[in-house]
């Protein structure tokens, strides 16, 4: 870029006391140990203005998750304990697509992210965000090119991308979700299916206190998401068996999690977060468009979830690129989804399934939000 107008994490580039005033970036340094006075490293060397002005209940907040197989925003006001949404985005690019055998985000991801990154720009500047959070995941994590990828989209489209490590993802999906665990239950085993990695988290709330928040009590990353175990079984035609196959995968990776965290199970119930259980639950109410208002916190039973799953197996691949709650984008992905969920329901068999179509881009929002005293902790 011809001027330094990046969007980082923290506080937008000319905000602060010497600020240049409403709906401009800017200019901010890079956060080396050169910068000018009035500027502090924050972790992984994002600029922050130190002094800046403290935010308030009107400042508009933006959270971008930057995941192996979506790219999400959020931007979002704070509004009595929450915030209220003023604006979204969500695309399809496959960033990890391929990195699992090669090692690289290839040029054809790199186009489709950067495409998306850069409509996620126009809309933090058109809804003038100022507290900004921006992460990369596991495909960022995983690739050999992942630094080079991410300096390309600090040049040429001014986003920052933070990689955060697996246990920040599990914190952030805990944060977002939180709201969804079952006031009458003791917990939840809340887990998060990704691209290429899926978090659990089991949850927990503290003996002789049934109405306090649970806390986290044992988390966990499997290497392994939808694009991931697809590539590696093939998720166009799926027999039984390679279904069988993929289970069996994951429930490898899944096992030492579970010998320690799978016991006194009979209060909890599970709290997913993912694409594949949004998908699976517009496929059981029939949607002829997918709709969150009826999506996010709806209950599924264990046979509910075990119907779709069978009826998602007897299908074709065009058949699931017709369905209206998967597509095209996801039809070659939703099987290896169901795959994870199904491992992690025969490794906590638990009755009820509650459904989240929130995470890590509402984590963040609270996040910022709580630290900024802006709703309460």
């Not at 090692?103 to 100022?130: H, Y």
């Not at 659990?200 to 991931?228: E, F, K, Q």
């Not at 691949?317 to 017709?322: F, G, I, K, L, V």
Request: aromatic share 4%; hydrophobic share 40%; net charge neutral.
């Amino acid at each position: 870029m011809t001027a330094d107008r990046r969007l980082r994490n923290g506080l937008r580039p000319g905000d602060g006391p010497d600020s240049d005033g409403p709906g401009t970036c800017g200019a901010s340094a890079r956060g080396s140990a050169t910068s000018p006075a009035g500027l502090a490293q924050s972790a992984g060397g994002v600029s922050v203005r130190r002094g800046a002005a403290r935010p308030h209940g009107d400042q508009v907040y933006a959270a971008l998750d930057l995941g192996t197989n979506n790219c999400r925003l959020l931007i979002a006001r704070p509004s009595g304990d929450s915030f209220r949404v003023v604006d979204s985005f969500s695309r399809i690019i496959r960033l990890g697509e391929g990195v699992s055998t090669t090692g690289v985000i290839s040029e054809a991801a790199i186009a489709r992210a950067m495409s998306a990154l850069g409509v996620c720009r126009e809309k933090i500047v058109a809804r003038n965000a100022r507290r900004l959070r921006l992460i990369a995941t596991e495909a960022c994590r995983a690739a050999s090119n992942g630094d080079a990828f991410r300096k390309r989209v600090s040049d040429e489209i001014g986003i920052d991308l933070e990689v955060v490590d697996r246990e920040t993802e599990a914190t952030l999906a805990v944060t977002g979700c939180l709201p969804l665990v079952d006031p009458d239950c003791g917990g939840a085993i809340l887990f998060d299916i990704g691209g290429g990695s899926t978090e659990l988290v089991r949850l927990d709330r503290p003996a002789g206190d049934s109405r306090a928040d649970p806390r986290m009590t044992g988390w966990t990353s499997l290497p392994i998401g939808v694009v991931t175990l697809a590539e590696q079984f093939g998720g166009r035609a799926v027999t039984r068996q390679t279904y069988a196959a993929m289970v069996e995968e994951v429930a490898r990776h899944l096992k030492l999690f579970a010998a320690s965290h799978a016991d006194d199970l009979a209060s909890m119930h599970l709290l997913g977060t993912s694409g594949t259980v949004t998908t699976i639950a517009g496929v059981f109410q029939k949607l002829e468009r997918y709709d969150r208002r009826r999506i996010d916190g709806i209950w599924m039973d264990d046979v509910d979830v075990s119907t779709i799953i069978e009826w998602l197996l007897a299908t074709s691949y065009a058949e699931r690129a017709a369905n209206p709650c998967i597509g095209p984008d996801r039809a070659d992905l939703v099987l290896a989804g169901c795959a994870i969920l199904d491992a992690i329901r025969n490794a906590f068999p638990v009755p009820r399934l509650r459904v989240a179509d929130r995470g890590l881009r509402e984590g963040m929002l609270i996040e910022m939000m709580r630290r900024d005293g802006v709703i309460a902790d």
